[in-house]
Every structure is written in C-alpha cells, then in structure tokens.
C-alpha cells in the first residue's frame, strides 16, 4: 500500500513514499512473524555454586561451633589475657618491627633495584648476588645467625683492619640487642624481595618514555624519580603490600631470640600458666586485628593511585 498524506517537498509537489505495513493491515501495526515464540531473558541459575557456597558455610559453622563448645579451651582465660599489658606491650613490639623492617626494606630494595638495572657490571652483579643471597637463606636462619652474632665477633669497632689499631671498640652484645637483630633479619630480608617487586615495576614501564626524557634533556636519575617511579607506583603497591603484611606475620619468628613481639609475650605467659592453646588464640585475635587494619590501609591507597591515574 502506499500513504499519500505526506508533506509537499521543496519544489512543492508531493512525493510519495512506500510505507510497510504490518501484517495485519493496519499501519504502524507491530509485525508478526508466524512461528516464532516471544523469548523472554532469565537469568542462569547455578544450583552446584549455590550447594558448594552452603556446605563451606556449615563447615565453617561447624568449626566454629566446636572450637567454642570444646571442653579444654578456658573462654575466660582467654578474655582475661586479650587487654593484659605484656601483651599489649609485645603487640607494640610487633608494629614497630613491622613499620622499621618495612621502611629499610623498601630503601634497600629500592637501591638494590636501580643497582640491577644499572649499566655498570659491578653494581648489577653485586644487587644480584645480594638478593640471590638473601632470598636462598631461610628467615629463621637468619633471624639465629643475627641473634648469636656475638659468636661470630665478640666486640664492634672501628679501626685498620688486621692490625692492633682500634680507635673505637664495643660489646656486640651491647649494639645487637634482641631487638635490633629481629630488625637486621627482618629488614635486610625483606630488601630481597622489594628489590625485584621494585624492579618489575621499572620495567613495566614503557622505555620509550625514558629515552624521550633523556633527549630532552633530563638527566637520568631524575628520570627515575619524576617519570619512571612516579608511573611504577601502581605496579608496585599491591604486592608490595602483600610484602609487608607478610612481614608483619613473620615478625612472630623472632621469638626464638627473645625478640620481645606479640608472640613472645604470649610464649612467655604461657609457659607460666601452661594455656598453651588460649595464648595462642590471643597472639591470633591480635595479629587479625593487625592484618585487617593493614589490608584496609592497602585497598584505599591503591583506589587513590587508581583515581591519580585516571585524571
């Protein structure tokens, strides 16, 4: 059919248009196609996720539920020792092992970094070797070998080497406390790993825009610090956090030299009271309050970073 109700075109005459109609014969009338059913969307239902997601929360329930009704865990002893000062005392050690071992860990790892890129042989080959070396030995070792290293050198001093010329000289016991070896261990380990997270972050980044910078003048280690950092940041923070929230659980190592951290303290009432298993429940609370407090930390700074990139 054809519709003449159409408007005059510009040089006043009409023109006619073919209009299609429906198959029912009315215009503008809705098409219908015989043998097609209307198809209505609906979401897949995944029963098996569903049965899988329920049997974890029952077992989760059921642990949790035997945990509280076991008969030789003291519920009272174990609220008695969250708030005890010895406890809260090694809980401090532990954020402070935590924050100093993080900050010469990531200076350390950042300078191990550069170093292994670098063009001179000497410096990449002794990165190397140092993070081949500190990766290779197991932390616990590491923490013993730092905490008996008065059985290595009784006194620390400063003088001509193999010679009797000794300007300054003190007891290693004096200098290397218990505390200060956990920090040695724990930092200089940890500088390892940050160097090869720093690293991958590096050269994540395109060099083109290192070499653009350079023929414009730029020198390269401001290079470094204004364009090639800047842009790694959002390939390093997020491992780097698991980095130091791995550290922090592996703080609790250093009690095997009486570093004085959470676990320590919890150890030493334990061995008073014999509640081996509700001290440790307490070391446990704290170190998942610990944990959460750090992972949150993490997540707000990576959606800053990710806003800094998008703008």
């Not at 290397?176 to 261990?185: D, E, G, P, R, W």
Request: hydrophobic letters at 50%; zero cysteines; charged letters at 10%.
């Amino acid at each position: 059919m054809m519709n003449d109700n159409l408007p005059p075109t510009h040089g006043g005459t009409k023109q006619r248009i073919k209009v299609p109609l429906g198959l029912g014969g009315r215009l503008g009338s809705r098409p219908k196609f015989p043998g097609r059913l209307a198809v209505r969307a609906a979401p897949v239902r995944h029963p098996a996720q569903w049965a899988i997601a329920m049997v974890i929360v029952i077992a989760f329930a059921i642990l949790g539920i035997s945990l509280y009704q076991n008969p030789n865990i003291d519920h009272q002893t174990i609220g008695s020792f969250l708030a005890n000062t010895s406890v809260l005392k090694g809980f401090v050690v532990t954020i402070e092992l935590t924050i100093i071992s993080s900050i010469i860990a990531i200076a350390l790892g950042t300078f191990l970094a550069v170093f292994r890129l670098s063009n001179n042989r000497i410096l990449s080959s002794a990165s190397w070797l140092y993070i081949w070396a500190f990766r290779a030995t197991p932390l616990l070792v590491q923490i013993l070998l730092w905490g008996n290293f008065a059985l290595l050198f009784k006194h620390l001093g400063i003088g001509i080497p193999f010679t009797n010329i000794i300007w300054f000289q003190v007891n290693t016991n004096d200098v290397i406390t218990s505390f200060v070896a956990s920090i040695l261990a724990l930092g200089l380990s940890e500088g390892a790993y940050m160097a090869e997270i720093i690293r991958g972050g590096i050269v994540a980044i395109d060099p083109g825009q290192s070499e653009a910078a350079r023929a414009l003048g730029m020198r390269r280690r401001t290079v470094l610090r204004r364009i090639v950092l800047p842009q790694a940041m959002r390939v390093i923070i997020p491992p780097t956090g698991n980095q130091i929230i791995g550290l922090m659980k592996a703080s609790s190592l250093v009690s095997v030299i009486a570093g004085g951290d959470l676990l320590t303290a919890t150890s030493t009432i334990s061995a008073q009271n014999f509640r081996v298993i509700e001290l440790l429940l307490v070391a446990t609370f704290w170190y998942f309050v610990l944990v959460s407090v750090m992972t949150l930390a993490q997540h707000f700074v990576e959606v800053r970073l990710a806003r800094k990139q998008v703008l």
